[in-house]
Structure formats: C-alpha cells, structure tokens
C-alpha cells in the first residue's frame, strides 16, 4: 500500500508542534516550581532528608522528626490553623452531615471510666436506662479504669447498629447495673429549649452552627411566634458558650432577621474565591420584635457573625460579654494518609468593612470581638463558681438528692438550707477554694522574715479564708436555681430543666428582658 506524501508531511508538522508545546508547558512549570519558595524549600527538606538517611550514623527517628517539622510550619500561621488526624477530620465530616454514630451520651474523665454528664432524651443510652452521674467503667470484655478518656471515648463510639455491653455503676445508689446499648445515629441537638417566658417573651438556646441549626431554630421560630405574634413581645436568642460552626449555618441564621437584600457579611481571602459577599433572601417573615442575643466571651466564630450582623444592623441588643474575637473562615483539606489540614481561609467583616480579626494581625489568639450594648459580669466566669462546677460537687449533690430537691419549695429559706447542706458536701468532699488574694497572703507569710510580718501576713491569711467561704452565700441564688437545674434535667430531661428552673429565674435573661422593655437601642462600638 502506497504512503500519502501530504498525510506523511502534516503528521510529521503536527507532531513537531506538539513538542514544541510539551516543552514549552514543562519549562513553564519547571520556572514555576522553581520560583514557587514552598516547593523550592520543601525540595531542599526532602533532599536534606535523604542526605541525613545516607551518611549520619546514628538512627533517626523519622516520625518524631517530620512531626516537628510539620509543627513548625504551623507555628508561622495563626493559633486555629493546624495539622489535623484522620479522627479530628471525620469529627469535622460529623458536623456537615449534622449527626454521628454513638449511644448519646456527653462524658468528662473520671478514674473508674467515664463520667455520664448528660444524657439524650431518647437516645440509647437513655432507652438502656442510663442516668446522668453514672460512670460507664467497663465495655464488653475491656476495663477503662486508667485509660485516657479519648480512648474510652473511641471504645464507646462505633458503627450504626452495632452493640455494646456496658458495665455502669449508679454512685447515688451504690448499684452496678449491665446494660445492652445499640449504637445508632444520633443527630445533633442544637436546640435544647425554645419556649416563652411568663413575661411573654420567646427564650431559644442555641448551641452551635453545625448541620441543621438554622433548621431547628426556624422550626423554634414558627412554632412560637409565626403561630401566634401577637402573643409575644419580644426574643431572647441564647448564643452564650456556642463556639461556632458552619459559615453558611449562620450566614442561613441571620437571613432569618433580615430584609430581603440587606447586607449580611462578607469574607476577604487571599483569592477571589475567598472573597465574597452575602445578602438576605428572607427565607422567614418574622414580625418586627425586640430582639436581644446573649453572648459572652466562650460566644465564637460563626456565633460572632451572627451577634455582630445583628448588632451593626441595629436589630438586635447584644446583651452579656465582649465575644471571642475570632473572625476568620476556615477550610479543611483531606490529604492522602488520611489526616488534613485546617487553615484559615479568609476574614468575615460587617457593614462598613469592619474586621473582627484585622488582615494585619493574623497571628493573633483573638482580636477584639463583638463588645455588648449592656455588660453583664456572669457568675459563671467567677473563679470560686468555677471550680466549685468543675469539682463536680453541684452535679453529684444534685443527684443525690434529687427527688428533694425537685420537690422542694422555692422560697430564700429553702433555697440558703440546701446551699448550706451543698456546702458540707462539697468541704468534706475535699472542695477547696482559694482567692487570689488568700494566696497572695499566704505566699507573705510563707517569705516573712520577721515574726511581726509573718503574724500579721497570717491573720490576712485566715481572715481572706473566711472571705473565700463567703462565696456559698454570695451566689446562693445562682447555686440554688443550677442545682434545680441538673436535678430536673436528670429526671425528667432538659426541656423540662430548661422550662421550670432556668429560663424563668436566669438572672441575664430577665436583664434583657428588662433592657427591651425600656427600648434599650443598641451600639455600634467596635474594637479593630
């Protein structure tokens, strides 16, 4: 078969093109990888590496070494970028699907095994008959006496529809039970109470943006005011510890208050892509009302988008603490081994490009935060409440004494005996407290050098002692209502927890209530 001359002459063209081209692309990239520092210095790792593996004589623990040097990259960018592990990242996967698999259950260590905090209503752990106070200490053949709580915690978690064996002692009762949980999907709880208060107003707490929050809170919204507006007089909105979440959940939550259009937030990245701007589509039509937010300085990320769109929009007064000050988007990267990276993206800002965390301080833990038009010092944040919660000693009173203390009346003299009672339990409990100023004293008469100095610096001492004892006093209202609190949450949940102790005593929650019944406006005061 004869050969085409013109095809032979168009291939040859063609394929001299082609390489022309090929060299020419690779070139580029060669100039790109090239003039690219993170490529040029991560090559000279590597090749530093190799030589190091070749020719140094002793042995290298390579793992330990890359770890370090992979935390040293990190330490150059700001505190909430970081490397994370293959479960730290499935954690984050959790969030966007809104749920996880579990028996539902929030824990805290304890040496025997697991400290049960609380408990989902109707989760399995609470269809198995598991309580708030109990300890889980064993799992199907494995003790967790000793181990460290995230390991208890992955022997607890596991796949959907399977079962576990659970060796759980009841401290209230002295009782050591075996309880057959199934592990199932358990959907975040984001909102743990929405009802209205006797001075009609709508109370919602809500915990966090993950998956589904905005859903929950529009649900919270339409069966409270939408029903019946005319009802209500003004919404309290809970965002106090909630540390966040989602972009879009709180970008969704805002849309909720907002004019079709209006201006939510932006975002300002290093690319275009990172940069944008967001704007109602009024997915609700809420009635004009009052509106408060409660915040305090727990009260992060996507909590502070939502607390600062309200607030410099001028529809809501931010009642509580200046917020956390962290401004920032941040995405997850997946890389081949399983594990990833979580790196700050971009700065959201307000109306009038206001920054919570400023382009030039990116290094920074936090940078100012949304400050509130009315402050309020929470007793939570005193250091004495504190550790008096973090001892444990209000939650293991509160269950021991449950029925009596649901049962009681809720009168100053009920309420100074059974802090009173609360006191002897936590002291001989070995619950010690000690005020700055007593360890200040102590610390005097610990370096006296005279006998004058170190009497008088001891009479400080004991005199600063009986102050700290005065605490139990001091805060016997809030002690009294937390204790009514966990007990009812306990029996009966934490709607009804929610519902007969907290949202109608909270102290914050009737000062807003208060403040918008004055028609307190809000501010605009910003810190940059």
């Known amino acids: 078969m004869s050969k085409n001359p013109f095809y032979d002459k168009k291939s040859l063209i063609l394929t001299i093109l082609f390489l022309a081209l090929t060299i020419s692309i690779t070139g580029g990239m060669a100039v790109i990888v090239i003039s690219d520092p993170a490529v040029r210095y991560s090559q000279s790792l590597f090749r530093a590496a190799r030589i190091i593996r070749d020719v140094y004589p002793d042995t290298i623990n390579w793992q330990s070494a890359m770890l370090s040097a992979r935390q040293a990259i990190f330490e150059q960018l700001d505190p909430f970028s970081s490397y994370i592990n293959k479960e730290q990242l499935d954690r984050f996967v959790d969030e966007l699907s809104g749920g996880y698999h579990g028996i539902g259950v929030s824990v805290t260590a304890e040496k025997r095994g697991l400290l049960i905090i609380s408990v989902r209503e109707n989760g399995p752990a609470a269809v198995a008959g598991i309580l708030a106070g109990d300890i889980i200490t064993k799992v199907d053949s494995i003790s967790l006496d000793g181990l460290p709580s995230?390991?208890?915690?992955?022997?607890?978690?596991?796949?959907?529809?399977?079962?576990?064996?659970?060796?759980?002692?009841?401290?209230?009762?002295?009782?050591?039970?075996?309880l057959e949980i199934e592990r199932k999907r358990i959907d975040f709880l984001h909102v743990p109470y929405a009802g209205i208060t006797p001075d009609s107003f709508v109370y919602i707490r809500l915990l966090d943006f993950d998956a589904g929050a905005t859903a929950d809170l529009k649900a919270a919204l339409d069966s409270l005011i939408l029903i019946n507006p005319q009802a209500v007089k003004g919404l309290i909105l809970d965002l106090r510890d909630n540390p966040g979440g989602l972009f879009e959940e709180a970008r969704r939550t805002v849309d909720l208050f907002f004019e079709k259009n209006q201006f939510i937030v932006g975002s300002f990245g290093r690319s275009r892509w990172e940069s944008e701007e967001y704007y109602a589509k009024n997915e609700i039509d809420l009635p004009e009302l009052p509106l408060a937010i409660l915040v305090n300085s727990n009260s992060a990320s996507s909590s502070e988008i939502v607390a600062g769109a309200l607030k410099y929009s001028g529809k809501a007064l931010i009642v509580g603490d200046t917020t956390f000050g962290k401004g920032l988007v941040q995405g997850y990267f997946r890389l081949p081994d399983g594990d990833g990276l979580r790196l700050t993206i971009s700065r959201y800002y307000f109306e009038g490009r206001k920054f919570i965390n400023s382009p030039n301080k990116a290094n920074a833990e936090s940078d100012g935060g949304i400050i509130p038009d009315l402050y309020i010092e929470y007793i939570e944040t005193n250091a004495f409440y504190n550790e008096l919660e973090s001892s444990l000693a209000l939650f293991r009173f509160a269950h021991e004494f449950q029925d009596e203390i649901i049962g009681a009346n809720n009168t100053s003299e009920t309420r100074d005996l059974w802090v009173a009672r609360l006191k002897e339990f936590a002291l001989a409990d070995n619950f010690q407290f000690e005020s700055e100023t007593t360890k200040i004293a102590k610390y005097l008469e610990f370096q006296a050098e005279t006998k004058n100095i170190k009497k008088v610096a001891a009479i400080l001492t004991e005199n600063s002692r009986q102050a700290d004892?005065?605490?139990?006093?001091k805060f016997a209202d809030f002690i009294w209502l937390r204790l009514r609190q966990l007990a009812l949450e306990r029996k009966f949940g934490a709607y009804r927890s929610y519902k007969d102790a907290f949202a109608a005593e909270y102290e914050p929650i009737q000062i807003a209530i208060r403040a918008l019944k004055k028609g307190t406006k809000t501010g605009s005061n910003f810190i940059h």
């Open 469 to 473: 004892k005065l605490y139990f006093k």
């Open 150 to 178: 995230d390991e208890s915690i992955k022997i607890v978690k596991g796949e959907e529809g399977t079962a576990i064996t659970a060796t759980v002692l009841r401290p209230a009762t002295g009782d050591t039970l075996q």
